[in-house]
């Protein structure tokens, strides 16, 4: 079975710290995706990343950069001197090719000014 | 290319009123889903059709929800009998086939359902 754990439930960090969000997935399938998206409160969730899982190179996009490592299943996510507007919640998630997402609970981002 | 819309954003019923959501993806895209999220959870798989073909249901999807993609362009998600429990944002996304992109789904605004 597919599971996507985010432990983290909620974080909150002073506007242009750093802050690592956590994902731990679970799946028997050998060639799967994760995705990061992002739910700001007016509510859409909002596309962050897509990641094969035959590609482990990081990604870095701007503030935000992504850590995969197949050995620990995670895949971590990073935003670099944080600013209000990221306060949100943000969900993990994965899926194997052609089937439906399992999105993990969400991590709730305050970042204060 | 307006991404995908939902219809109505909002919906207040009463219980064991029938109600009906409204979902227009993105035009190019094949497939489109539908998932429920319930306060402080992740969002849900219900269902996803590839063109008009209905493909996959979820066991969280009862009898009395039913969902539809005629001519394979817009869907519709109706819920009979609404109890208290179908209280819910119901999210529609849409994709291109997974092979031939390197996005994820994009979703709709969601649509707030509150049954009293």
């Known amino acids: 079975a597919q599971k996507v754990t985010q432990a983290q439930t909620e974080i909150s960090v002073v506007e242009k710290e750093d802050v690592t969000l956590d994902c731990v997935y679970e799946?028997?399938?050998?060639?799967?995706?994760l995705f990061w998206y992002k739910q700001p409160p007016s509510g859409e969730l909002v596309f962050l990343i897509r990641r094969n899982s035959f590609d482990e190179q990081n990604e870095i996009s701007g503030r935000y950069s992504w850590n995969f490592q197949k050995s620990t299943s995670s895949f971590n996510f990073t935003i670099t001197a944080s600013q209000v507007v990221d306060s949100a919640v943000y969900f993990c998630?994965?899926?194997?090719?052609?089937?439906?997402?399992?999105f993990g609970t969400g991590t709730r981002l305050k970042v204060l000014a | 290319d307006t991404g995908v819309s939902q219809d109505p954003r909002h919906k207040i019923t009463k219980r064991g009123q029938n109600v009906t959501f409204r979902c227009d993806p993105i035009?190019?895209?094949?497939?489109l889903y539908w998932y429920r999220q319930t306060l402080g959870q992740g969002p849900e798989f219900l269902t996803y059709f590839q063109n008009e073909a209905q493909l996959e249901k979820s066991r969280l999807l009862s009898d009395r929800f039913s969902a539809e993609r005629p001519k394979g362009s817009f869907s519709t998600l109706e819920i009979q009998r609404t109890e208290q429990g179908d209280s819910a944002m119901y999210l529609c996304?849409?994709?291109?086939?997974?092979?031939?992109?390197?996005?994820?789904?994009?979703f709709g605004s969601g649509t707030r359902l509150t049954v009293v």
């Open positions: 996304a849409s994709s291109p086939p997974p092979e031939t992109t390197n996005y994820g789904y994009t």
């Open positions: 998630a994965l899926s194997a090719p052609h089937r439906k997402y399992i």
């Open positions: 799946t028997r399938d050998t060639t799967y995706y």
């Open positions: 035009s190019e895209h094949n497939r």
